[in-house]
């Protein structure tokens, strides 16, 4: 069976600062990963995906994530956060062989002035 | 332009009174899921649907129908609501490729 885990359901940062969301999965086979973004009132948007080919993604509104399969992560970061990327994220797993995606829990990212 | 359609966006219901919430796809994808979001816990599928015709339960069914009587629809049905089911819902639809297409979600309020 897969799983995500997301630590931390708030995440605060400055206007400028780094961003890093972070989450972990379990998987028995060869994981698809991805990070969605969820603005108030709208649907999900991707972010990015990882299909097995670079390890380090890159993603849109200056977004990347590295898979790194000895942690079993795949953390999200932004060099420097704007208020524009307050919304809540969410990593999802697809394995190989099922369609369906399993999403983490949410992290809501907040960006003070 | 690839697009996943919910109608409602928006519903206000009372205990009791089905409902069918609508999903049509234009991007001829054979896989296609619904998902509902609750704070705290993310999204979690409800029913996907291989093919027409070709239906399954996904991680939390109880209280949900669906039917895919042809590939671009794929309408969730609650044949009796409760409150418990207030929650926003999201259809998906995957191609061969790894990306899934979510449509805007439909808001639902069980009173």
């Known amino acids: 069976a897969q799983s995500v885990t997301q630590l931390g359901s708030h995440v605060s940062v400055s206007e400028g600062a780094l961003v890093l969301l972070r989450c972990n999965y379990s998987?028995?086979?060869?994981?698809?990963l991805f990070w969605y973004v969820q603005y108030p009132n709208q649907g999900l948007q991707l972010l990015l995906k990882?299909?097995?080919?670079?390890?380090l993604v890159k993603g849109i509104n200056g977004f990347e994530a590295e898979f790194k399969k000895s942690e079993t992560s795949f953390h999200l970061t932004k060099p420097s956060a704007h208020m524009s990327d307050a919304a809540e994220y969410f990593c999802?797993?697809?394995?190989?062989?099922?369609?369906?995606?399993?999403f983490g829990s949410g992290t809501r990212l907040q960006v003070q002035p | 332009e690839a697009q996943v359609t919910q109608n409602p966006r928006y519903l206000i219901t009372v205990t009791g009174k089905k409902l069918t919430v609508t999903c049509s796809q234009n991007?001829?994808?054979?896989?296609m899921s619904w998902y509902r979001q609750d704070p705290g816990l993310g999204l979690r599928q409800i029913y996907y649907?291989?093919?027409?015709?070709?239906?399954d339960k996904g991680d939390v069914p109880e209280g949900y129908k669906v039917s895919r009587k042809e590939k671009r629809n794929f309408p969730l049905i609650l044949e009796s609501p409760s409150p418990n089911q207030t929650s926003l819902y999201f259809c998906?639809?995957?191609?061969?490729?790894?990306?899934?297409?979510f449509g805007q979600g439909t808001r639902l309020t069980v009173v």
């Open positions: 649907s291989m093919n027409v015709e070709v239906t």
């Open positions: 998906a639809t995957f191609g061969t490729d790894t990306e899934a297409f």
């Open positions: 998987s028995s086979v060869p994981p698809y």
């Open positions: 990882y299909t097995s080919a670079a390890t």
């Open positions: 991007m001829n994808h054979e896989y």
């Open positions: 999802a797993v697809r394995t190989t062989c099922r369609r369906a995606l399993t």
